[in-house]
C-alpha cells in the first residue's frame, strides 16, 4: 500500500517548486468508485491526493493535452515543468513519448508509484451495482479489502484485478525523480486472456470473433483519445483529403478504424489497457494491443517505454532485422 | 381505454405477435452490457438492466443514414432515399429515454423538417417499461419526471412481480393492443396501488438531484469563469459522453464516393472533437478543451432551454457513468450554483 501522506507531502514539495506549474494525481470522484485526476496548483489542493487501487487513470496522456491559446503579444510560454504522479504503466508511456521527441524529460518532474495491479472500473461496478460510496479501499495478502458503510468486504484480488495487469511487465516505475515507498516484487507473469483465438484458430473464425466486437463499434474514438500514446496532432481518422476512413458507420469502415488503430501502436502500446477500460462498447481491444506487443518482443526483442535513452522501435533499423514476416 | 394486466407466462406470446407484423426492437445483452436490437422472439429479450448502454434515439436518429445517392459525370444522376414508412416498436424504453424524443422533436421537426426522422417516430410506438430500482446516477426526478412517468410513452408496462400492469395512454398505444386485447386482462384498483407503491419507493431510492432552480441566468453571468478550464483540465476529449446521451443530435455530413458512384451521408458528430467546429480557412473558433466542454454544458442547460423551453438533458446518468475521468455533470451544475451564490 502507497502511504498516503507521504504521498501528500512529496506532491506539496513538488508543487511549491518555483519551476513547477501543476502536479497531476488523482482524488476521490464524485460518486462509486470513480477516480478523478486531479490537477494541484497549490499545497492546499495537495491534501486531497489519493492512491488507491482504483487509480487505474493512464495520467500520461495529461502533459500533452494541454490547452494551449496562441500567445498575446510580449506574453511569454510559461515554460515551468508538469509534475505528474505515474505508476510503472503511465512511466512507461512517459518514456516511449519521450523517446519519440513529443516530451521533454527535464520538463517533467515524475513521481513514482511502484503498483502492484489496479481494479478494474467494469467489474467492480457489476460487483456493486448501487453503492454510491466507498470508505476505504485496501490490498492486503491477495485480497481487496472494501469498506462500504461501515461494512467491510474481502474479494479475491484476480476477481477484480485489470486484465492487462496479469502481463504486466513494469509493476515499478521505470522513470522517476522520487518514489513514494518500497518498490514491488513483480509476480509471475500470465498470457493476456483470449491471444488462443489470434494465434490458434483459423482465419474464418478470427474474423468471426473480431467481425462481432468491430460490428459493435461507435467509432466515438474514446480509445484514441484515452490512449497516451495516440498524440498526433492530426489523425489519420480525421483527415478529408484523402480520406483513408469513411466516417459512416458500419463494419467495414470500423474495421478499419480499429485494425488501423492497433497496427499504429505497434512496438509503441505500453499495455497501460486505458482504450479498453473507457471503450464504451466492450471491445477487447487488449487483446490486439498484447498480440502485437508479443510479435514485437518475438521479432525484436523490443519492449516499448522501458530505456528513454533508447530509440524507438520503428526509429531504428539494422541490416540483419528478421523480415520473415514481410510477405 | 382501462388499465390492464399481463400475466408475465403471456410476454412470449405478446413478443411473438407483435413481431409478426412489426420491427421489434427490445434490450438485449451482449458482451456483458445492454443494448436495443431487433428481436423476434422472447428468448433475446433481457429485461435485467435499467438503461442500455447505448440510448435508443439510435432507432430513430440513426448513427449513419444515407441522405442520397449520386453518380458523376454529364450524365450523373442524384437518387434520393425512399423514406422508411415500415411499422416499428420499441419495447421496454425506460420512460427519460422515451423523454429524450420530447428533447429531440423540436430539433428534427421544428423550423427544418428531417423526413428521416419524422417518418421513423410517426411509425414507431414506444412500449415504456417503468424503473423498479434506479440506478446510483440516476436524476430523472430533477426533470419532473419520474420513473413510472407515462407522459411520452404510447403504453406503459410496470413490473408487478408475476404479472405487468398495462397503462394504455395514446391512440396510437390502443390501436397496437386493439390487435392482441385477448392477451390481456382487466386490472384492478389493487394493480393500481400496487404501481403507485412501486413508483414512490423507486423515487424514494433516487439519491442524486440537480439543482435547475434559475440555471438558466446564473449561466449567463459564467460565461468567462474559471470553472469551465478547471473542468476541462480532466477532460480528455473523447466523444463517450455525447454519443452515449440521448439527447445529443449534432451530426456531420458528408460525401463518400468511389469512382462510379457515390452518396451523402449523415452520421453522428460530437462537439467534444476540435474538428467539430474546425473552419476551411483553418481557424477553430473552439479551439481548445475548456471551450468545448463549455459549450456541451451551455448547450445542453442554456442555449436548448432559451431556444425550446425544455433543457436538453432527461437525468439518465449515462455521461457520469461512463465518463473515464468522472466529469460528473450534477457535479458541475452544482459548482455553477456555489459559485453563483458567492
Redesign the interface.
Known amino acids: 500500500m502507497v502511504d498516503q501522506q507521504l504521498l501528500i507531502d512529496e506532491v506539496k514539495k513538488v508543487v511549491s517548486r518555483d519551476d513547477v506549474k501543476y502536479v497531476i494525481g488523482y482524488k476521490k470522484g464524485t460518486t462509486g468508485f470513480t477516480i478523478s485526476p486531479a490537477f494541484a496548483y497549490s499545497t492546499e489542493y495537495a491534501d486531497k491526493f489519493i492512491f488507491n487501487p482504483l487509480c487505474k487513470k493512464n495520467l500520461a496522456a495529461y502533459p500533452l493535452l494541454e490547452d494551449k491559446l496562441p500567445l498575446k503579444r510580449e506574453e511569454k510560454e510559461d515554460k515551468r515543468k508538469i509534475g505528474i504522479v505515474a505508476k510503472g504503466c503511465d512511466t512507461r508511456a512517459l518514456v516511449q513519448i519521450i523517446q519519440e521527441k513529443g516530451l521533454n524529460r527535464e520538463d517533467l518532474v515524475i513521481i513514482g508509484i511502484p503498483c502492484s495491479g489496479v481494479i478494474d472500473y467494469k467489474k467492480i461496478t457489476a460487483m456493486f451495482p448501487n453503492e454510491t460510496a466507498y470508505s476505504t479501499i485496501e490490498e492486503e495478502q491477495g485480497f481487496y479489502k472494501i469498506t462500504i458503510n461501515g461494512k467491510v468486504h474481502e474479494i479475491a484480488k484476480e476477481e477484480l484485478l485489470a486484465d492487462h495487469c496479469t502481463s504486466c511487465i513494469a509493476p515499478n516505475p521505470v522513470i522517476y525523480d522520487v518514489l513514494i515507498g518500497e518498490e514491488v516484487e513483480p509476480w509471475d507473469l500470465e498470457e493476456h486472456k483470449n491471444l488462443d483465438v489470434l494465434e490458434e484458430k483459423d482465419v474464418g473464425e478470427r474474423w468471426e470473433y473480431w467481425k462481432e466486437h468491430f460490428d459493435r463499434c461507435i467509432r466515438c474514438y474514446a480509445c484514441r483519445e484515452a490512449c497516451p500514446l495516440c498524440y498526433c496532432k492530426e489523425c489519420m481518422a480525421d483527415l478529408l483529403n484523402p480520406q483513408w476512413i469513411r466516417r459512416s458507420v458500419n463494419l467495414s469502415e470500423n474495421t478499419a478504424w480499429n485494425i488501423m488503430r492497433a497496427y499504429h501502436l505497434a512496438g509503441r502500446c505500453v499495455g497501460c489497457g486505458e482504450c479498453e477500460s473507457v471503450c464504451p462498447v466492450n471491445i477487447p481491444l487488449m487483446e490486439l494491443n498484447k498480440e502485437i506487443e508479443k510479435d514485437v518482443k518475438n521479432i525484436f526483442e523490443y519492449s516499448a517505454g522501458m530505456d528513454s535513452e533508447e530509440k524507438p522501435l520503428f526509429g531504428t533499423f539494422r541490416p540483419d532485422d528478421p523480415e520473415e514476416f514481410i510477405m | 381505454m382501462e388499465n390492464l394486466i399481463l400475466q408475465k407466462d403471456k410476454l412470449p406470446e405478446l413478443i411473438e405477435k407483435l413481431s409478426s407484423n412489426h420491427v421489434l426492437y427490445g434490450p438485449t445483452e451482449?458482451?456483458?452490457?445492454s443494448?436495443f436490437k431487433q428481436i423476434s422472439n422472447f428468448d433475446e429479450l433481457n429485461l435485467k438492466y435499467l438503461l442500455t448502454?447505448?440510448p435508443p434515439k439510435s432507432l430513430i436518429f440513426k448513427?449513419?443514414e444515407t441522405l442520397f445517392k449520386f453518380t458523376p459525370g454529364r450524365k450523373g444522376t442524384v437518387t434520393s432515399t425512399e423514406i422508411n414508412e415500415e411499422k416499428s416498436l420499441i419495447f421496454a424504453i425506460r420512460p427519460c429515454d422515451a423523454r429524450s424524443f420530447k428533447i429531440l422533436d423540436p430539433v428534427f421537426e421544428g423550423n427544418f423538417e428531417d423526413p428521416f426522422y419524422i417518418s421513423k417516430r410517426k411509425n414507431t410506438v414506444l412500449i415504456g417499461l417503468t424503473c423498479n430500482?434506479p440506478?446510483?446516477?440516476c436524476f430523472c426526478t430533477s426533470f419532473d419526471d419520474s420513473p413510472g412517468s407515462t407522459e411520452n410513452v404510447d403504453i406503459l408496462f410496470t413490473d408487478l412481480d408475476d404479472r405487468f400492469y398495462v397503462e394504455v395512454v395514446t391512440e396510437k398505444g390502443k390501436n397496437l393492443i386493439k390487435s392482441v386485447e385477448d392477451i390481456f386482462e382487466k386490472s384492478t384498483k389493487n394493480d393500481e396501488d400496487s404501481k403507485r407503491n412501486i413508483v414512490t419507493k423507486s423515487v424514494e431510492s433516487i439519491?442524486?438531484k440537480m439543482d435547475l432552480d434559475g440555471l438558466v441566468p446564473k449561466l449567463d453571468k459564467m460565461f468567462d469563469h474559471e470553472l469551465w478550464?478547471?473542468t476541462?483540465?480532466?477532460c480528455?476529449?473523447?466523444?463517450?459522453c455525447?454519443?452515449?446521451c440521448p439527447t445529443c443530435h449534432c451530426f456531420?455530413m458528408?460525401d463518400?464516393s468511389s469512382l462510379r458512384e457515390g452518396a451523402r451521408?449523415r452520421?453522428?458528430d460530437?462537439c467534444m472533437?476540435p474538428?467539430y467546429t474546425q473552419h476551411a480557412s483553418g481557424h477553430n473558433p473552439r479551439?481548445?478543451?475548456?471551450s468545448r466542454v463549455r459549450n456541451r454544458v451551455y448547450h445542453k442547460f442554456s442555449y436548448f432551454p432559451k431556444n425550446e423551453d425544455i433543457t436538453a438533458c432527461t437525468g439518465c446518468g449515462r455521461c457520469?457513468d461512463?465518463c473515464?475521468?468522472?466529469i460528473?455533470i450534477?457535479?458541475v451544475i452544482e459548482e455553477v450554483g456555489v459559485i453563483s451564490n458567492e
Open positions: 451482449e458482451n456483458g452490457f443494448l448502454r447505448v448513427q449513419t430500482s440506478e446510483r446516477n439519491t442524486r478550464h478547471n476541462a483540465q480532466k480528455i476529449g473523447c466523444g463517450i455525447t454519443y452515449l456531420d458528408q463518400e451521408i452520421v453522428w460530437s472533437y474538428e479551439a481548445i478543451r475548456m457520469i461512463y473515464p475521468v468522472n460528473d450534477i457535479d
